[in-house]
């Protein structure tokens, strides 16, 4: 028996002398109506149906070409992208777990009805909008209904039956218009009344697809918007600095006795209407060589017009900038992210001859990062919204930003190494560019263990560059406290070290009411993971970040020379918009004042402001 990898990704044990995988049989399922539903209702021209219609009458067209087409009514610039994200989406015309979806395959070009059941937003488990979404996606979630707020709650056509029990209390609404992006839970959809509004909308898939069910669960739900709000909370110029943009996650809900969820996402603007010679191409389209190359956006032909040897060009104008983005958003904002090829951009410039790399990318799937609330202190950025989460360090993973995952590597580290090797039935950004320069560079004689130093290489100049540590050649490798993992505890090591405040420190009025209220948050779910325990000689130091949230940090009076970092664990105070935290922020409004005042002068504690400073100050 000898193993092998297809092209999808997926991945075979085959008996010897058999090289390719047998064809698997493929079954499409329909949701079909017994009988037909009744209209019970209005939302405006909207007629509300006692019951779903049959997955297959919700089609209104399956041809690109057609005038009906949901393709034909969308910005070209943008139409051009989705049209990529699925003729050049190997996995989808690959996959038979995707086929089977038919009518709804990422593959096809299925416009279809796409149904939501309209629910008061009092009766929703979780319903959040974001205060910084568009106009047009607070217009399309919310409405009114007899003097009463509701929300349409977006569902997947195919698994209607899933909601049976809302449909038959709440009803269901066919109106809005879609079609699948690369992912069959990513959806593009328009208001057919308002076609120039574009949304891109989350829903759940209630069925077994590559080894896992497509349902966004709660925890989805609640860490998109958490990590939304963080990442919409760095500052634009830092973002630009990091090469980086994002699509944001700015909504998300949650039905009464369900654990699916939908998740709105904003529709960057530079993908709908990019600048003059310009536009984005998705980063899995690089796995496509030889017959299935796209023109003008393959390794071959970019590398001509750079003048350029493929490997050289795949090392600083796709390996770079993406790890530079990447580095930069988990070790200096603390928001490490799972970055398949599935989830990021390459922003292209036209040039003469051909298309190029401008060095910018575009993540999304935000529900993906994990939020390490540590950097994020260190660099002031705001925290109000993470504190008026009940257990916020659950909700935003904490744990699995600085803990180990199941490769027994911190998260950052475990998600940079699943770029290199396979992961959940995708091949890898390293697979691809492997195979491209072996077949454009064959002389270069580049293996697994080249294309991973490779990347190695480069990881550790970036890293170097944002945090000034050096990572020693000894180091390299994948394994406990090895690469990049070791440059972020370090690195981690240097900023709590750089913040620490004396003053805090030997005020013995201060530290028996941030250690009353350590114990109390403790008790409330709101602590975080602590890498030490809380001794009696441990002391506590009050953060007031800019936006006014509360946040205690827990610290070692012993560090030792093995483990110098001094950091036990944190609390998140309760948000002053609750009554607990209200209460709270009235118990430490006295020393958070202080804590305000000496970080504008510069005394004492040295904090966040010390920690911006001391990342401008070496050049990160």
């Known amino acids: 028996m000898h193993l092998v990898v297809d092209r999808a990704g997926l991945r075979w044990l085959l008996p010897d002398g058999m090289d390719t995988p047998p064809e698997r049989e493929i079954e499409i399922k329909y949701f079909k109506t017994r009988e037909l539903p009744r209209a019970i209702g209005q939302i405006g021209s909207q007629k509300i149906l006692s019951g779903p219609i049959s997955a297959q009458d919700t089609v209104l067209s399956r041809d690109i070409a057609d005038r009906t087409n949901l393709m034909s009514k969308l910005p070209p610039a943008f139409a051009e992208l989705m049209r990529l994200e699925k003729e050049a989406n190997l996995h ?64 997947h056509p195919n698994y209607v039956s899933a909601y049976a029990d809302l449909i038959e209390r709440y009803g269901i609404v066919y109106h809005y218009e879609a079609i699948t992006t690369s992912s069959p839970r990513s959806l593009i959809a328009i208001d057919p009344d308002r076609p120039t509004d574009v949304h891109w909308i989350k829903v759940s898939i209630h069925k077994e697809i590559d080894g896992s069910v497509r349902i966004n669960t709660d925890k989805k739900a609640r860490r998109a918007i958490i990590m939304s709000e963080a990442i919409q909370n760095v500052p634009a110029d830092k973002l630009a600095e990091y090469g980086l943009q994002f699509m944001l996650e700015p909504a998300s809900l949650q039905p009464p006795g369900k654990i699916s969820s939908t998740i709105h996402r904003e529709v960057a603007k530079e993908l709908l209407h990019p600048k003059v010679n310009t536009k984005w191409i998705p980063a899995f389209i690089l796995q496509n060589t030889g017959a299935d190359a796209v023109p003008g956006f393959n390794i071959k032909e970019m590398a001509e017009v750079a003048g350029e040897t493929p490997t050289k ?57 994990r939020f390490d609330t540590e950097l994020a202190l260190r660099q002031g950025r705001k925290l109000d919204t993470f504190a008026k989460f009940d257990e916020p360090f659950t909700w935003g993973k904490y744990s699995n930003a600085i803990g180990t995952g199941a490769e027994g ?105 941030l250690r009353q209220e350590w114990s109390r948050l403790r008790e409330a779910g709101r602590v975080s993971a602590l890498r030490r325990s809380v001794s009696s000689s441990a002391y506590f130091i009050l953060h007031s970040v800019g936006d006014g949230s509360l946040m205690i940090e827990a610290r070692t009076a012993k560090p030792t020379a093995a483990n110098p970092d001094p950091v036990i664990g944190f609390a998140m105070v309760e948000s002053s918009s609750t009554a607990e935290g209200a209460r709270a922020h009235r118990r430490l409004s006295e020393f958070a004042r202080r804590v305000r005042a000496d970080g504008a002068s510069g005394r004492g504690g040295r904090g966040a402001v010390r920690c911006e400073a001391l990342f401008v100050a070496e050049g990160a």
Do not use: C
């Open 92 to 155: 989808a015309q690959l996959s038979n777990d995707l086929k089977s979806l038919g009518d709804f395959a990422p593959n096809a070009f299925t416009t279809f009805k796409l149904p939501f059941i309209p629910i008061p937003e009092g009766d929703m488990q979780f319903a959040h909008v974001s205060d910084y979404a568009t106009p047009e996606t607070k217009d399309l979630i919310r409405f009114k209904k007899g003097g009463k707020s509701y929300v349409r709650f977006f569902i």
């Open 313 to 369: 060009f795949v090392q600083d104008r796709i390996i770079r900038p993406l790890l530079r983005s990447y580095l930069s958003m988990g070790m200096i904002e603390g928001l490490p992210g799972e970055l398949h090829t599935q989830n990021f951009y390459y922003k292209m410039k036209k040039v003469r001859g051909g298309w190029l790399p401008t060095g910018e990318v575009m993540f999304k799937d935000n529900d993906g990062f």
């Open 409 to 513: 590597v911190a998260f950052l580290g475990s998600w940079y190494y699943k770029l290199i090797r396979n992961v959940s039935g995708f091949e890898t950004l390293a697979a691809y560019l492997l195979r491209a320069i072996n077949e454009l560079e064959p002389q270069s004689q580049m293996n697994k263990d080249g294309i991973q130093r490779l990347f190695d290489n480069i990881a550790a100049e970036e890293a170097e560059k944002i945090t000034g540590i050096k990572l020693a050649d000894a180091d390299y490798g994948f394994g406990q406290d090895k690469g990049l993992n070791k440059v972020l505890g370090e690195w981690r090591t240097k900023l709590a070290l750089s913040s620490d405040n004396l003053s805090q420190k030997g005020d013995a009025n201060l530290q028996a009411v």
